[in-house]
């Protein structure tokens, strides 16, 4: 979907109501920074928010995906496309997902491998292994590093108090401790600090 698109027409939709940002965001319960990040095409608004938003700027949910006015001969055609597009964005950020599990798991056996190598020949000179054992750890940093810039731009992260979706900036994802599918961050949103649960659509 195209968000900088989606943000013009909330914008327009906005101040064709006569709305600022701050009105706007008073009757959505949220911050005014929250439209503001909307309008600028940095974010999409998350699913609880898109029913009231919509009943407010008076437009229905697929117009507000299309950004744009709908007219009932498209009406379909705008509602496949947009279904299409939210499928497709999951399966991206499903490959995202895989490929970074592959990636780190690559960089663990490889590390592994050239470390122990180099600890049991013994007759391999000492220069030798410590280049060995430099080359094997730059080689898993490299691969933990791609897999964890793979993995936090596969969807986002919906927080469990108020279900908004965001990304979380690079240093908040590496220090937060997490499971499998969830990590520890602060909603930018409510300011809750909580696992949060990482889905593929944003």
Known sequence: MDQIKIGKFIASERKSKNLTQKQLAEQLNISDKTVSKW????????????????????????????????????????????????????EESRKKIILSAIVAFTGAILGVLLIYCAAEMIEMSMLMRIFIIVTASLGFILCVGVAIVLDREA????????????????????????????????????????????????
């Open 39 to 90: 309008e600028c095409g940095k974010g999409l608004p998350e699913v609880t928010f898109m029913l009231p938003l919509c009943e407010i700027l008076q437009i229905t949910v697929n117009e507000l995906l299309s950004g744009e006015r709908v007219y009932e001969q498209d009406y379909q055609k705008k509602a496949e496309e947009n279904m299409m597009n939210l499928v497709r964005e999951q």
């Open 155 to 202: 969807g986002a992260f919906e927080c469990p108090e108020c279900r908004n979706r965001f990304v979380p900036s690079m240093k908040e994802y590496i220090m937060g401790p997490h499971t499998i599918t969830k990590r520890k961050l602060k909603c930018p949103h409510c300011g809750e600090v909580s696992y949060c649960r990482h889905v593929l659509s944003r």
